[in-house]
């Protein structure tokens, strides 16, 4: 299995502002998955990063509006940038596991007024 | 494009009542399948993965079955208790990793 620590566990932004949220895993992964939950919906995958390169990013989102980091194998940040009351959601960062298993941090609930 | 689908969105029952949760897929060609919970406002916890090859996975009061043919998996819970109310997912893994999540079904168990 894998613990992931994700911080902040909630937030309540203004609108234009942004918001870092980080993910701290308690092994080496290769790659860290960001999603996004929008109230009421499923998840949407917004971009995987990889250690030592850019983040990929899925159709609809732009590293402009939410740029990651990932300094080493077990760290990553993503921000919300310019936020607007549009981008309240959950969003939950996740890895997998050697036995192919998905597990996810405790999500970052986001309001933005 | 897999789609996955999540029947009822919403389910209300009596304590020790045994229940199943269905998901239904339109790709038959998946990688593994694997059921999460999800409490309000929280991430998501892994329950059960079962491998393109395999017919079930057990844990605990859990039994999740798969059969792909049909594009169908579903989630088994006994004796259901107030402690089991979740959301509940399933999510698709294809050949090509993309992962495709269901809309989820929204469990209440009544003491």
């Known amino acids: 299995s894998a613990v992931i620590s994700q911080k902040p566990s909630r937030d309540i932004c203004q609108r234009g502002t942004s918001l870092t949220i980080q993910c701290q895993v308690d092994?080496?992964?290769?790659?860290m998955f960001w999603y996004r939950q929008q109230p009421g919906q499923s998840l949407t995958l917004i971009a995987t990063a990889n250690q030592g390169s850019e983040a990929t990013y899925e159709s609809g989102f732009v590293i402009d509006k939410f740029p990651i980091s990932r300094p080493n194998l077990t760290f990553s940040t993503l921000t919300v940038s310019n936020m607007s009351p549009e981008d309240s959601s959950i969003y939950l960062c996740s890895v997998y596991t050697g036995n192919e298993k998905l597990f996810f941090g405790s999500g970052t609930q986001l309001s933005v007024l | 494009k897999q789609e996955v689908t999540q029947i009822p969105a919403a389910l209300s029952v009596p304590e020790g009542e045994n229940l199943v949760l269905n998901c239904s897929f339109t790709d038959s060609a998946i990688y593994n399948l694997q059921w999460f919970r999800q409490d309000p406002g929280k991430g998501l916890t892994s329950l059960l993965l079962i491998q393109s090859s395999q017919r079930e996975q057990t844990s605990g009061r859990l039994n999740a079955s798969l059969d792909k043919s049909s594009g169908r998996s579903t989630l088994y819970i006994a004796a259901s208790q107030p402690g089991d109310s979740a959301t509940y997912l399933c999510a698709v893994k294809d050949a090509g990793n993309m992962l495709t999540f269901g809309g989820g079904t929204r469990l209440m168990v009544k003491p």
């Open positions: 092994s080496q992964v290769t790659m």
